[in-house]
């Protein structure tokens, strides 16, 4: 093998590159905190995605007796492509999320059995567990599997609010789906000023811009995506600045750390370098000898990073976390933005520290 491969040093330097890997793994550290800051907007998501052709549409308090409200309905049930499904009055719970505190996430309540079917076949939700006492009526409540766990509740149980929860009537957990994050629906015979807007064949432009007439000509409000989306973007923000508060503060510990290691491999090869540049290679070469064995290194615990990584996770979902209502997430943008940042705080001053010393030794010196 040719001694100047960076996969010959770290073979023959195995204890040493060992080390150095199980730095790069720690640096996955970083990873598992912006998973577990994103949890609570990863699971808005998936509801905002799911419902991203639904909108909401009630009256506000302005509009006396509801005749904005009506004439909004009557306009839009006239519109090719759009489905009207009247709402039941609100009922709202909360479910616990992995870092402790209640939240709430978006709920419908529909006012009968049919117009909640009609909702699962647009948005694919399948009802996977059904009470055996009774079927879907009036006083139904049902919840996605990681929502009833969260509650601790089975098919069959009441309903039970705690403080600050807003419950219209008594419900009886009567179904249970297979969507994904915390959702909870409502049968409901009652009647509000409010119902839900199925986009079954407009584009999305089309859509955005019959909304925003109606919301322009007549006192109602609407609630779809984009305002969802705000509202979540509004409430967690802060959660951004703290992950990358910690980025940075890792990254560097992590930089000076892994540094002082390679400062200390490299030291003692002062001389090999030395004997390369007295050989005529240039300096170049020699430069992207120390680039190519930080990168293998760097990569070598990357991978070994990340399968250590979901591994932890698999486990920690369907040992704990799961069966409690609870759920951590593979893969998130700000996780990897912030994974990529750290890595490269780390990477940039190895490379160039380590290469602008070792290029400069003399053999004279030796």
Request: proline share 1%; aromatic share 12%.
């Amino acid at each position: 093998m040719n001694p100047f491969s960076s996969v010959y040093y770290v073979k023959e330097n195995i204890k040493r590159s060992l080390l150095l890997i199980i730095m790069f793994i720690l640096t996955f550290a970083v990873y598992m905190a912006g998973l577990y800051i994103s949890n609570v907007e990863s699971m808005f998501d998936i509801i905002l995605e799911r419902d991203k052709k639904i909108a909401v549409i009630g009256s506000m308090a302005t509009d006396k007796n509801c005749v904005d409200y009506e004439k909004t309905i009557e306009i839009l049930e006239k519109e090719e492509g759009i489905t009207i499904l009247r709402q039941g009055i609100l009922s709202d719970i909360y479910s616990t999320s992995i870092m402790g505190f209640d939240n709430g996430y978006v709920s419908y309540t529909f006012q009968n059995k049919e117009d909640f079917l009609v909702y699962c076949d647009f948005t694919g939700i399948n009802i996977i567990e059904n009470s055996q006492d009774r079927g879907l009526c009036d006083g139904s409540v049902i919840m996605s599997r990681l929502q009833a766990a969260n509650r601790g509740m089975e098919t069959g149980d009441r309903l039970v609010a705690r403080t600050n929860e807003l419950v219209n009537q008594e419900y009886t957990l009567d179904a249970i789906t297979d969507n994904d994050g915390y959702s909870t629906f409502y049968i409901s015979g009652t009647d509000s000023a409010c119902c839900m807007v199925l986009n079954n064949s407009l584009d999305d432009k089309a859509f955005k811009s019959l909304l925003k007439t109606m919301k322009t000509e007549y006192s109602v409000y609407i609630k779809d995506y984009d305002y969802y989306k705000d509202r979540v973007d509004e409430q967690l923000g802060s959660f951004y600045y703290i992950y990358f508060f910690i980025i940075i503060l890792m990254s560097v510990i992590m930089a000076v750390t892994v540094n002082a290691a390679f400062a200390g491999m490299y030291q003692y090869r002062n001389g090999e370098f030395a004997i390369y540049k007295a050989m005529g290679i240039p300096a170049r070469k020699i430069r992207l000898k120390i680039l190519s064995e930080v990168l293998l290194i760097d990569i070598t615990g990357l991978l070994a990073g990340l399968f250590i990584i979901i591994t932890v996770i698999y486990m920690a979902n369907n040992l704990y976390l799961i069966p409690h209502g609870l759920k951590l997430f593979y893969y998130n943008n700000m996780s990897m933005a912030g994974m990529a940042i750290c890595n490269l705080i780390i990477l940039i001053p190895v490379t160039v520290l380590q290469g602008l010393k070792l290029v400069r030794a003399d053999i004279c010196d030796y």
